[in-house]
């Protein structure tokens, strides 16, 4: 799969917020780099985000996941706290329109927050 750096001069927004690359949109992997190392890491398909997405903190930790079609999240999202206690998982209908449920976690791992959509 093609992989460019989101810093490089060639990368744009058409003014739909599609990503271009060398004036064509872009289908492939896109990465950002801090210091030489992999921040994050997003599929895209045609300038719209589609595929897996992955952060990680400086230190190489990982930070979030995702997926997304079509520019919306889909399925299950996590973040994760520095130090590498789970934060937050959310959970998105195949629509990408609809939050299913969203769960978070204190840095000690302690349960901060839960709601389903449908009220369990």
Do not use: C
């Amino acid at each position: 799969m093609r992989r460019i750096d989101i810093d490089d001069p060639e990368v744009d927004m058409d003014p739909g917020q599609r990503l271009l690359y060398r004036g064509e949109l872009f289908t492939g992997e896109v990465e950002e780099r801090l210091g030489g190392a992999v921040v994050s890491l997003e599929t895209y398909a045609d300038g719209v985000l589609h595929g897996p997405n992955q952060e990680w903190y400086k230190d190489g930790t990982l930070r979030s996941e995702g997926m997304a079609r079509g520019g919306r999240p889909v399925g299950i999202t996590r973040d994760w706290h520095p130090n590498g206690t789970l934060a937050a998982e959310r959970e998105f209908a195949e629509d990408g329109l609809t939050m299913l449920s969203d769960r978070e976690w204190d840095e000690t791992g302690q349960p901060t927050r839960a709601w389903r959509k449908d009220g369990d």
